[in-house]
């Protein structure tokens, strides 16, 4: 276990559904991030969160709609999604030092389907 | 753009064996990098890191080699086992300080 929680771990939803994906880490970091994982790519960066502000947003579309209520929750909202939006959806968190340089610690991800 | 990435998409070596794993970066200000093993069905997992002001570091059966002249990262992985199978991934994090990810290498370890 690394300190990161993600639910559901799986997803299957219709393109006119709503759903939300929730994330909460138990590591007492300031910094969470939500990452996209498709087949074949790098992890894709979508967004991050510090000190429960947004402070960074990919270019995602706007059917990801993210929330981060507390330093410890994360989540992300989805809705009308498309079958291209299917992949693993990782959650990660961290604690910058001074530098500015620290590990990403990642939840086990929610696997989405989108039909 | 700036990217990292993976000279081999995969790797098979036999237990037991070492195994050298290789990243290209291209942000020349990128000063910390980190390698992460990734088991299917799992995420991510910190293996170990480098910062720019080092050229080597050993962990537990792991070894980062940093080579800034050509931007160059290496894992090796000593007596390599069948628990070590997984993908692979380097990660830098240059300006803005965000962890930026290799596509990955598929290690095998072959009985």
């Known amino acids: 276990e690394t300190g990161v929680t993600q639910t559901p771990r799986h997803l299957v939803m219709g393109m006119t559904n709503k759903k939300s994906l929730k994330c909460e880490q138990h590591?007492?970091?300031?910094?969470m991030y939500w990452y996209k994982q498709s087949a074949k790519k790098p992890l894709e960066l979508m967004f991050v969160y510090n000190f429960k502000e947004q402070t960074e947003n990919n270019s995602v579309p706007s059917r990801f709609s993210p929330e981060c209520p507390n330093s410890s929750h994360l989540f992300l909202h989805l809705h009308t999604l498309q079958p291209e939006d299917s992949a693993l959806y990782l959650c990660?968190?961290?604690?910058?030092?001074?530098?500015?340089?620290?590990?990403?610690?990642f939840g086990q991800g929610t696997r989405l389907t989108v039909v | 753009g700036e990217s990292v990435g993976l000279h081999l998409p995969t790797l098979s070596v036999q237990e037991g064996d070492n195994s050298i794993i290789n990243c290209a970066y291209s942000n020349s200000a990128s000063d910390y990098f980190i390698w992460y093993k990734q088991e299917s069905g799992k995420g991510p997992q910190f293996i170990i890191d480098i910062r720019s002001n080092m050229d080597k570091r050993q962990g537990q059966r792991v070894t980062v080699l940093l080579n800034k002249t050509v931007k160059h990262l290496s894992l090796q992985i000593a007596a390599t086992q069948p628990g070590d199978s997984a993908v692979y991934f380097c990660a830098e994090n240059g300006l803005p300080r965000q962890l930026t990810f290799g596509s990955g290498t598929q290690l095998t370890v072959l009985p």
């Open positions: 590591l007492g970091h300031n910094a």
């Open positions: 990660a968190s961290s604690h910058p030092n001074i530098g500015g340089n620290t590990e990403a610690f």
